[in-house]
Nanobody, 115 residues
Framework: VQLVESGGGLVQAGGSLTLSCAAS?????????FGWYRQAPGKQRDLVAA???????NYADSVKGRFFISRDNAKGTVFLQMSSLNPEDTAVYYC?????????WGQGTQVPVSA
């Protein structure tokens, strides 16, 4: 399975951004729970949002109420709508399975948030 993240870019504090993750190479996209992860400089990669195949979502406390994860099973794509961004959200964002993320990691998409 190949994962390609896109949509990142420099944004000012308080701004919004929508990330996309396109998955290819599987016929079973719809059965997997997917998640968005982020890795800030010098820190570990953390799961911030997850969505099950049927749409149930979960969020880390740090992003709850500001981030919204969704998916289009027909297109094999997962989205992350981010709003009220702050400098602490600065990271490289990746997608993978939400549990046991054993797909090969993509290159991620960078989201720098300026104060």
């Amino acid at each position: 399975v190949q994962l390609v993240e896109s949509g990142g870019g420099l944004v000012q504090a308080g701004g919004s951004l929508t990330l996309s993750c396109a998955a290819s190479g599987t016929s079973f996209f719809g059965i997997y729970s997917f998640g968005w992860y982020r890795q800030a400089p010098g820190k570990q990669r953390d799961l911030v949002a997850a969505i099950e195949g049927r749409g149930t979502t979960n969020y880390a406390d740090s992003v709850k109420g500001r981030f919204f994860i969704s998916r289009d099973n027909a297109k094999g794509t997962v989205f992350l709508q981010m709003s009220s961004l702050n400098p602490e959200d600065t990271a490289v964002y990746y997608c993978n399975k939400a549990s046991d993320p054993n797909f090969v990691w993509g290159q991620g998409t960078q989201v720098p948030v300026s104060a």
